[in-house]
Antibody, heavy 117, light 109 residues
Framework: QVQLQESGPGLVKPSQTLSLTCTVSGDSISNGNYYWNWIRQPAGEGLEWIGRIYTDGSTKYNPSLKSRVTISLDTSTNQFSLKLNSVTAADTAVYYC?????????WGQGTLLTVSS | QAVVTQEPSLTVSPGGTVTLTCGSSTGAVTNGHFPYWFQQKPGQAPRTLIYDTSNKHSWTPARFSGSLLGGKAALTLSGAQPEDEAEYYCFLSYSDARVFGGGTKLTVL
């Protein structure tokens, strides 16, 4: 059973860069059967897709966030990461990592990221 | 960017049937959008009910089914249970991005 676990600082100051990591267990992140996604959800609001990376390193991003987002893979640690720069209060949300590809759907429990000075 | 639309809220009686829909601003939803349906309860991460239009996971209750209906993706709940009260999100794939619908708050009352 594949499991995902987000980790991050919890609090980031405005204008800084948000960095989150998703640790994958139960299978290799370089297995070609997964697309690794980042998704976020502000309190009381809906889900927003941030972007995804495939095992070959190819990425797709939400056009509204594309200029600020980088998603990367680290096969040596079986992790993938999210960087979002120039954050504002509007980036405060629960951030989820997830595999969304056909039947291979697994979600982390989410991590709250607050942007505040 | 495409906009994916869902009913903001729906109510169903216990034991009743309800259909949630998922439309696309770009036109008809097709199997090529690989529609997903996620269920989210308060304080929990979403979980997948339906993938690729109509496929169920092992954990998906049999009372849920997915389909295409009138140019939209649809999630039908037949025989609603109190534990089905939740937020439901659809998720569509486009050539350049993936997009969630705004969610449907389903009340079982």
């Amino acid at each position: 059973q594949v499991q995902l676990q987000e980790s991050g600082p919890g609090l980031v100051k405005p204008s800084q860069t948000l960095s989150l990591t998703c640790t994958v267990s139960g299978d290799s992140i370089s297995n070609g059967n997964y697309y690794w996604n980042w998704i976020r959800q502000p309190a009381g609001e809906g889900l927003e897709w941030i972007g995804r990376i495939y095992t070959d390193g190819s990425t797709k991003y939400n056009p509204s966030l594309k200029s600020r987002v980088t998603i990367s893979l680290d096969t040596s640690t079986n992790q993938f990461s999210l960087k979002l720069n120039s954050v504002t209060a509007a980036d405060t949300a629960v951030y989820y990592c997830a595999s969304i590809y056909s039947s291979r759907n697994y979600w982390g429990q989410g991590t709250l990221l607050t942007v505040s000075s | 960017q495409a906009v994916v639309t869902q009913e903001p809220s729906l109510t169903v009686s216990p034991g009743g049937t309800v259909t949630l829909t998922c439309g696309s601003s770009t036109g008809a939803v097709t199997n090529g959008h690989f529609p997903y349906w996620f269920q989210q309860k308060p304080g929990q991460a979403p979980r997948t009910l339906i993938y690729d239009t109509s496929n169920k996971h092992s954990w998906t209750p049999a009372r849920f089914s997915g389909s295409l209906l009138g140019g939209k993706a649809a999630l039908t709940l037949s025989g609603a249970q109190p534990e089905d009260e939740a937020e439901y999100y659809c998720f569509l794939s486009y050539s350049d991005a993936r997009v969630f619908g705004g969610g449907t708050k389903l009340t079982v009352l």
